[in-house]
């Protein structure tokens, strides 16, 4: 009977350590399999969907909470939704905000009946920055709790690092999550068939972690970690971008957690996809807008001691 039910996999991971490159990863790879797409934002505008690469697949959005608290109901609707039409897809990938405690989202699939009875959940893997993580784990109690649900994790951007950093990272992790299995990978590339559908997710295991895992609702975060939103219709000068942006995270770097943002420039017709996190940005031309999409750019700031009007006259200031 368990082999009937849908397989679902739980994406998590802290901000900005490489969940939607792993999720391009997944939906780009040969492997014959389709899969329906769960993707939850912190921002109160969404990014990440623009992010995820132009596959044949069905995915959804839910934004402005964490899917582990204030947009749960929005979980089991639409998984309870999609489950309804579970011949047409091979399996489910929820990738949550990079604030989400990942228990409560899984013992959503053991509390619901709906779910219980129509799906399984395969694995909670998370995705570490092997370049932050020992900063992240000092400051932020909700990368302890995804490093310690993990079923799998994939150590992310090994190649910025040399290996003395890497064995200090997982003995880190190995503290925390004794058993877990460990893969390293730059931008998120891994062999796909050791980690999906491996049946990875241990309720043992799990109540081992957290006895109360079945019974337990109540869970935290960080306080202070703010998001900011802003978009404008105006096409931006990139040189004016490019000119405000650098001394936004040289100067205010260590409290920006994560920064994203999908621009249109003067001139260009392509969009822009901008990422950062604390003080490394990186950003792409990612092809045209779709059919019916609106000229749009928008941007959100995650982090900590954000200036809301400074940064809007900042983001209106670029404007060409």
Request: net charge negative.
């Amino acid at each position: 009977m368990s082999s009937e039910k849908v397989p679902v996999t739980v994406l998590t991971g802290f901000l900005g350590a490489g969940k939607t490159t792993l999720l391009n990863h997944i939906l780009s790879a040969q492997h014959g399999r389709k899969f329906a797409v769960l993707i939850n934002e912190f921002g109160e505008l969404g990014v990440d969907n623009d992010l995820v690469v132009d596959a044949d697949e069905e995915v959804f959005e839910t934004n402005n909470g964490c899917i582990c608290c204030t947009v749960r109901g929005d979980l089991i609707r639409i998984l309870g939704s999609l489950l309804r039409r579970r011949q047409k897809f091979d399996g489910i990938i929820v990738e949550t905000t990079g604030l989400a405690d990942p228990a409560p989202v899984a013992q959503t699939f053991f509390l619901d009946e709906n779910l219980r009875e129509k799906a399984r959940l395969d694995a909670v893997i998370t995705v570490v920055d092997a370049v932050n993580v020992l900063t992240t784990l000092d400051e932020s109690p909700e990368s302890v709790r995804q490093i310690a649900f993990a079923d799998v994790i994939i150590l992310n951007k090994t190649d910025l690092v040399d290996e003395t950093h890497l064995e200090a990272v997982t003995s880190r992790i190995r503290q925390i999550n004794a058993h877990v299995t460990i893969h390293r990978a730059s931008r998120s590339a891994v062999a796909l068939d050791e980690v999906l559908d491996r049946g990875g997710f241990d309720l043992n295991r799990a109540l081992e972690t957290m006895p109360n895992f079945l019974t337990d609702d109540s869970h935290g975060h960080e306080e202070g970690v703010t998001s900011m939103s802003f978009a404008t219709q105006a096409p931006l000068d990139e040189q004016k971008f490019n000119a405000w942006i650098g001394p936004i995270l040289q100067v205010q770097g260590p409290d920006i957690l994560r920064a994203k943002g999908i621009l249109y420039f003067e001139g260009k017709e392509e969009r822009f996809a901008f990422q950062a996190v604390h003080m490394l940005a990186d950003g792409d031309y990612i092809g045209p807008c779709k059919p019916g999409e609106k000229r749009e750019s928008r941007i959100v700031f995650i982090g900590r001691n954000l200036n809301r009007p400074q940064l809007r006259r900042g983001f209106e200031a670029c404007q060409s």
